[in-house]
């Protein structure tokens, strides 16, 4: 029903006041690709004005951030803006995982119609910059390609592209088992892929080498979710003898996702910024060029350029250490550490040699689990006293 109401306060806003012109200021060196990611707040109070009781409206202004090919993506596609906000906010949970422990936790800011959405930090071509793009890219491909197997998009199906393959291979002479029969609902990656091309890189001309560094970490994300794909199966037959199989191709986790990107995230390639960026592609119309070979060159020349799964940036990181309104760092003051660790959680360098301070803290937790036949476990409930450290 919640799906339902939305939809409808949607079809409203992007027909009846979607011509509405509300401008949107971006950083010149940003790009305009990122201001969908406010997508993630639509279905929060701060965003839905209750009409009469049981009837909630979404705030139009949401999709004031989208930009005009965006929105007629969203009108072609019924059902995909809940797929996408649904995307949104798994990249958000799985950033703010990934970067639990770390000085740059992925803070996201949560305020009036969500613009802007990871702060400041994305006006800087840094890595964590990089990560945010493949990570929202990859989240958004995933979400539609599961929108897609699930019914819940209008304009797509189950991907069944792979049935009959595989139908005429006889048994195997010894084992008696059919090589395997495709038939089942994939997940539509195809239909995912590039409904994240169209709508992710709307605002991506790939005319300097920023916005050709969002465009490749875009595309990254979105390799990294179809470079994982699996095939499952189901075996058919008598007490499992599994004459025939169904097979499909199932999504990955998205923490993989997450973990994968985050691997490439510690070893992102810094790329090359040369005055000499508008010269690339000249001579040639838009349409030949493609816009995802823009062939970036490494920093250091004796590093290897990158390759399509890496993540690229340009400049390197600000230390995140002390607070810092205009790159809308946080600092990390206040920021819990582990006294033991030797890594970025550990105190000294969480808090940036500045010290930290420890307070005795009750904690309760389960505690002295028995297991009883059959099958509970019970447990005590404990308090118990615990150091928590946190940054000066
Ligand atoms: C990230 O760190 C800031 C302080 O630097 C803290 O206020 C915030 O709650 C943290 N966010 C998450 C998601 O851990
Ligand atoms: C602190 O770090 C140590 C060493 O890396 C680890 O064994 C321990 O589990 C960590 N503690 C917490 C609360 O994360």
Redesign the pocket.
Known sequence: MWSRILRVAMLTALWGLGDLQVTTTVKPGRGKGSNWWGIAKAGEPNNLIPRSPGMVYMDPSVLTNLRKKQKRLVRENPGVFLAVSKGANMAIQECQHQFK?RRWNCSTRNFFRGKNLFGKIVDKGCRETAFIYAITSAAVTHAVARGCSEGSIESCTCDYSHQGRGTHVPPNAVTGIRDWEWGGCSDNIGFGYKFSREFVDAGEKGRNVREKMNLHNNEAGRAHVASEMRQECKCHGMSGSCTTRTCWMRLPNFRVVGDNLKDKFDGASRILVTNAESETGKGLSRRKRNRYKSNLLPHNPEHKPPGSMDLVYMDPSPPFCEKNPQLGILGTSGRMC??????L??CDLMCCSRGYRTQEMIVIERCGCTFQWCCEVKCNICRIKKNIHTCL
């Open positions: 422990n582990n006294e033991t660790s030797i890594g959680d550990g």
